[in-house]
């Protein structure tokens, strides 16, 4: 073959695949793919980093919503509520309700019924639906005893109606006689309490 690449009639020669010129052509193309691979590369870890994905990181799946259930600024079971709405719930779902209103009653004795009363009588247990209180007095005992329908209006407005159905009064108790770990058997002081 002769040394010049022209062949007679205009034509090129073309290059045979062991002359050194097409191995220089095929570097010079696979070094620009090279670069463009590496650019690209570049460019999608930038993407990444961008998203805040780290190498080797799987990325989250999106939730998609549901169909019919939009975000809006209602109230959802989603949104944060008060703290008292939550004990509300709470006491609701358990039934303590009665029982909290009742216990609240025997905290406020003295707004419901008034100072006056309440410094001669306290509540002393409430179990289904029964109220006791304890007067310091017989007198005071006789006292509360003929308020009761009127004490029993008060506590269904305070608490609820029906949360307390009765309201049994008792005087004040009488001394314990006995000393020590030992005791005689008999008669104790007779008539003088009752």
């Given at each position: ?53 780290r190498p080797g990181s799987r990325p989250v799946p999106r939730r998609r919503p549901q169909a ?127």
């Amino acid at each position: 073959m002769p040394d010049d690449p022209l062949l007679p009639g205009g034509a090129v020669s073309e290059a045979l695949p062991g002359d050194p010129e097409d191995a220089d052509a095929e570097t010079e193309v696979l070094g620009d793919a090279d670069t463009a691979a590496s650019a690209a590369l570049a460019r999608a870890r930038e993407v990444a980093r961008a998203k805040g994905l780290r190498p080797g990181s799987r990325p989250v799946p999106r939730r998609r919503p549901q169909a019919g259930a939009f975000s809006s600024s209602g109230r959802d079971g989603r949104d944060p509520s008060l703290l008292g709405d939550q004990m509300d719930r709470l006491l609701l779902d358990r039934g303590w309700k009665v029982d909290v209103a009742v216990g609240s009653v025997m905290g406020r004795w003295g707004q419901i019924v008034g100072p006056d009363v309440a410094a001669h009588s306290t509540p002393v247990t409430f179990t289904d639906g029964v109220l006791v209180v304890r007067a310091d007095s017989t007198a005071w005992a006789t006292q509360l005893r003929l308020m009761s329908s009127s004490i029993l209006g008060r506590l269904d407005a305070e608490v609820g109606k029906d949360a307390v159905s009765e309201l049994r009064v008792h005087g004040p108790g009488a001394p314990s006689w006995s000393r020590g770990s030992r005791r005689a058997q008999g008669p104790g002081p007779r008539d003088t309490y009752g």
